[in-house]
Each structure stands twice: as structure tokens, then as C-alpha cells.
């Protein structure tokens, strides 16, 4: 069974940095491409980031661009989110994702494989 842990959600101030963590289990993670999702309170989900299976291609929202970095280390079945100056904006929960059909970027669908999430707060 397909399954991610998220971690290294915290509380941090604006401008301040983290870096998500996402441990994949189940599966060869380098099958598949890999994408960060997030979803704020009283908000749709947003796509954040995806990483091609080898880590070659990258693809950002716009939101995030210049901001945060996304990478991977197949060999320890993980991919990892970076985030820098962050904005209170940027408040949510944070989700790994896998496409529940394919090896490409997730859609961020009720199907694809989803982690539990981690809690990012931004805030004084």
C-alpha cells in the first residue's frame, strides 16, 4: 500500500524558513513523480510543487515561485519541500501526493495517494 509521512510542520514567524519532509513507504518512489498540495482553512487545495521521478523537472505555483524549493532522495524514499520567507499567507496544511492512476505529477484528486499532513502555521 502507497503511503507518505509527512513531517517538519511548525509554528514560524513571517520571513522565517522550514523544510517539509515526506517519507514514502509501499512503493519505488522513483516511479513516480511527487507533488506537495496544501489546503488553508476555508480554502480550495492548492497545488504547490511537483518533482519529476528523477528529480530532473520542477514545476511551482506561482504563489511559492522563488520562495520554495522542492527535491528528492529516491534512495532514501523521500522528498523534500523548502521553504523560505515565508508569508502568513502561506498558513496550511501541507500534503504529499502521488497520482492514484499514473507516475506523473499528481491532480490532486480524491483518489490520488495522499499523506496525513503536516500543520504549517505562519504567524507573530
Known amino acids: 500500500q502507497l503511503q507518505f509521512v509527512e513531517s517538519g510542520g511548525a509554528l514560524v514567524q513571517p520571513g522565517g524558513s522550514l523544510r517539509l519532509s515526506c517519507l514514502a513507504s509501499?512503493?519505488?518512489?522513483?516511479?513516480?513523480?511527487i507533488g506537495w498540495f496544501r489546503r488553508a482553512p476555508g480554502k480550495e487545495r492548492e497545488g504547490v510543487s511537483c518533482i519529476s521521478r528523477d528529480g530532473g523537472s520542477t514545476v511551482y505555483a506561482a504563489s511559492v515561485k522563488g520562495r520554495f524549493t522542492i527535491s528528492r532522495d529516491n534512495a532514501k524514499k523521500t522528498v523534500y519541500l523548502q521553504m523560505n520567507s515565508l508569508k502568513p499567507e502561506d498558513t496550511a496544511v501541507y500534503y504529499c501526493?502521488?497520482?492514484?492512476?499514473?507516475?506523473?505529477?499528481?491532480?490532486?484528486?480524491?483518489?490520488?495517494?495522499w499523506g496525513q499532513g503536516t500543520q504549517v502555521t505562519v504567524s507573530l
Open positions: 509501499g512503493f519505488t518512489l522513483d516511479y513516480r513523480a
Open positions: 501526493v502521488a497520482d492514484g492512476h499514473g507516475t506523473g505529477c499528481p491532480r490532486g484528486a480524491a483518489d490520488d495517494y
